[in-house]
Each structure stands twice: as structure tokens, then as C-alpha cells.
């Protein structure tokens, strides 16, 4: 079953701008993972938050989460070409396996 | 660290043949997984091993789906008899333990005629 799922869908901004992505889930997590994924590689890992944090940085990534809400957000700040790529979020629900999102791809524009 | 080795990277197939995908995790790691990703489905857990042993299959789609683990240093997943609706990226990945990071091969795209 679908554990975390993004939004938007597609996200289109200019260079320089900042990009925001969500993502929420149904069930109670330990940490919640951002990866990016350029077309046609594999998954890169991002960042972890964990279920006793609320917000986590990473150079020009800033990681949020409510777990009150069962959400996360994970904030591009000053975007680049570069950046464009799918990003998505992944649980691990009470079976500990990580469920991945079906992601958001984010278009930077030069 | 060569990072999660998979091979081939491509293979066009026909219905019907057997295909085997294989995986090298990062040395270390004891947590493997089989993903497959399509434009409808997304990325799809397929099956999982802890310390070489099957976890979770619960995501494998049918019996012409099977995977092993017959060390810690490899990992095939065998499809056979393949199907045009098998056709998409098949990724493997490693981690420390289940829930932690995962480490990515680079796929294996998977095109059956």
C-alpha cells in the first residue's frame, strides 16, 4: 500500500527560485527519507529525519516534518539547473521496510 | 566503495525467454532489496533479504518472479517466463539495516518484446 505520497506531482520554476515539495503519509513512522532521482539513474539519498525531529538542513536543503500532521517538506533554497530531477519521500511504517512515494518531478529552468 | 553494482544495465528480450538480473550490494551492507519502477506503478518493493534470508516477498507479482541471496556479496532476481508487461527499470539496492539509507544500483532496463 501507498505509505508516503508527494505533492506536486510536477513543479516547474525558474533558476535562483526556491522549490518546495510535500509529502504525506498514513501510519506512524521511526524517520522519514528524501531521495532524488535524475532521469535514468538510481535513487540517491537526500536526507533523514527522524520521527523525534522537526526540522533538518543540508546545505541549500531544508528538511521539515509534523508528524502531528503526517506530513514532511522538503525546501530547495536558490535552485539550480542542476536540481532538476524526481524526488521522492519513503517511511518505514511499523514493518520497517521504507515505502517510497511515487515522487515529484521538479523542472528547474536556466 | 563501488557503491551497488548491478548487471546488464540493458536486456531486450523476447517473451517467453528466462532473464537474470544480478546485483553486488556495498560490502558491509546486510540489507538488499529489489525494486521495479514503471511509469503507471511507480517504485515497487519487490522483495527484500536481512543477512541473506528472504524477509518480505510479498511484493514479488507471481511465480515467474523469483529472487536469491545466496551471499552476502550477491543477489539475483529471475523472471522467467518473461512477459511484455515485465518491461520496466529493475533497481537493487543495500543498506545497513532495513530502515536506514539505501544505497542504489544504477538499473537494470528491462524491455521484453
Known amino acids: 500500500s501507498q505509505q508516503g505520497e508527494e505533492d506536486p506531482q510536477a513543479l516547474s520554476i525558474q533558476e535562483g527560485e526556491n522549490a518546495t515539495m510535500n509529502c504525506s503519509y498514513k501510519?506512524?513512522?521511526?524517520?522519514l527519507q528524501w531521495y532524488r532521482q535524475n532521469s535514468g539513474r538510481g535513487l540517491v539519498h537526500l536526507i533523514l529525519?527522524?520521527?523525534?525531529?522537526r526540522e533538518k538542513h543540508s546545505g541549500r536543503l531544508r528538511v521539515t516534518l509534523d508528524t502531528s500532521k503526517k506530513s514532511s517538506s522538503l525546501l530547495i533554497t536558490a535552485s539550480r539547473a542542476a536540481d532538476t530531477a524526481s524526488y521522492f519521500c519513503a517511511t518505514d511504517g511499523s514493518n520497517y521496510k521504507l515505502t517510497f512515494g511515487k515522487g515529484t518531478l521538479l523542472t528547474v529552468n536556466p | 566503495d563501488a557503491g551497488v553494482i548491478q548487471s546488464p544495465r540493458h536486456e531486450v528480450t523476447e517473451m517467453g525467454q528466462e532473464v537474470t538480473l544480478r546485483c553486488k550490494p556495498i560490502s558491509g551492507h546486510n540489507s538488499l532489496f529489489w525494486y521495479r519502477q514503471t511509469m503507471m506503478r511507480g517504485l515497487e518493493l519487490l522483495i527484500y533479504?536481512?543477512?541473506?534470508?528472504?524477509?518480505?516477498d510479498s511484493g514479488m507479482p507471481e511465480d515467474r518472479f523469483s529472487a536469491k541471496m545466496p551471499n552476502a556479496s550477491f543477489s539475483t532476481l529471475k523472471i522467467q517466463p518473461s512477459e511484455p508487461r515485465d518491461s520496466a527499470v529493475y533497481f537493487c539496492a543495500s543498506s545497513s539495516g532495513t530502515s536506514d539509507t539505501q544505497y542504489f544500483g544504477p538499473g537494470t532496463r528491462l524491455t521484453v518484446l
Open positions: 501510519t506512524s513512522i521511526n524517520n
Open positions: 529525519i527522524r520521527s523525534n525531529e
Open positions: 533479504f536481512n543477512n541473506n534470508v528472504p524477509i518480505d
